[in-house]
T-cell receptor, first 110, second 119 residues
Framework: DQQVKQNSPSLSVQEGRISILNCDYTNSMFDYFLWYKKYPAEGPTFLISISSIKDKNEDGRFTVFLNKSAKHLSLHIVPSQPGDSAVYFCAASEVNDMRFGAGTRLTVKP | DTEVTQTPKHLVMGMTNKKSLKCEQHMGHRAMYWYKQKAKKPPELMFVYSYEKLSINESVPSRFSPECPNSSLLNLHLHALQPEDSALYLC??????????????????FGPGTRLLVL
């Protein structure tokens, strides 16, 4: 069963606009959430995280929003840059488990 | 040094072979992880080592055998694999000093992976 879902396999946006990547989860025990970015032939690299006691965390151009009641989180990138083009994974963890989504491929067009 | 290295980058093996995947980090991290990722699927956690002790085993078949000889090295020994085991195997590490005691709340640093093909 896929407890963490990224329903959009791909997303294309124009440079300078906002990119919004979405992630849904089903396990209400998840209490820590992370976003990773992956370039081809490289391992995932950490981007930003959020604890369930918060509903927003911001780091430069990247903001993660958490809606616990909807079991939904999103990553906002603004303004988007061509170098942001990559696959983005969301991950959710509880005490003894960490699950990843299948990823969303973001393409930022110049 | 903020790198996690994995060798080999690619591996082709037969179902009767024995091979090992290696992972190394020199960041002083005390938690290390093995993940398996099939194409267009999320990474799936296989094993977690915390302070060189196996702390989580996600019911992985015994044909996969992890080993943590010291805090910098993590091996995955492979024996009698099946073609469906073909995947990208990712290693990761994290500091292991989380005040919550939960290593899976820490930022994990991933290696580039070993792409395994079982024939």
């Amino acid at each position: 069963d896929q407890q963490v879902k990224q329903n959009s396999p791909s997303l294309s946006v124009q440079e300078g606009r906002i990119s919004i990547l979405n992630c849904d989860y089903t396990n209400s025990m998840f209490d820590y959430f992370l976003w990773y970015k992956k370039y081809p032939a490289e391992g995932p690299t950490f981007l930003i995280s959020i604890s369930s006691i918060k509903d927003k965390n911001e780091d430069g151009r990247f903001t993660v929003f958490l809606n616990k009641s909807a079991k939904h989180l999103s990553l906002h990138i603004v303004p988007s840059q061509p170098g942001d083009s990559a696959v983005y994974f969301c991950a959710a963890s509880e005490v003894n488990d960490m699950r990843f989504g299948a990823g969303t491929r973001l393409t930022v067009k110049p | 040094d903020t790198e996690v290295t994995q060798t080999p980058k690619h591996l082709v093996m037969g179902m009767t072979n024995k091979k090992s995947l290696k992972c190394e980090q020199h960041m002083g991290h005390r938690a290390m992880y093995w993940y398996k990722q099939k194409a267009k699927k999320p990474p799936e956690l296989m094993f977690v080592y915390s302070y060189e002790k196996l702390s989580i085993n996600e019911s992985v078949p015994s044909r996969f055998s992890p080993e943590c000889p010291n805090s910098s090295l993590l091996n995955l020994h492979l024996h009698a694999l099946q073609p469906e085991d073909s995947a990208l195997y990712l290693c990761a590490s994290s500091p292991g000093g989380s005040t919550s005691g939960r290593v899976n709340q820490e930022t994990q640093y991933f290696g580039p992976g070993t792409r395994l093909l079982v024939l």
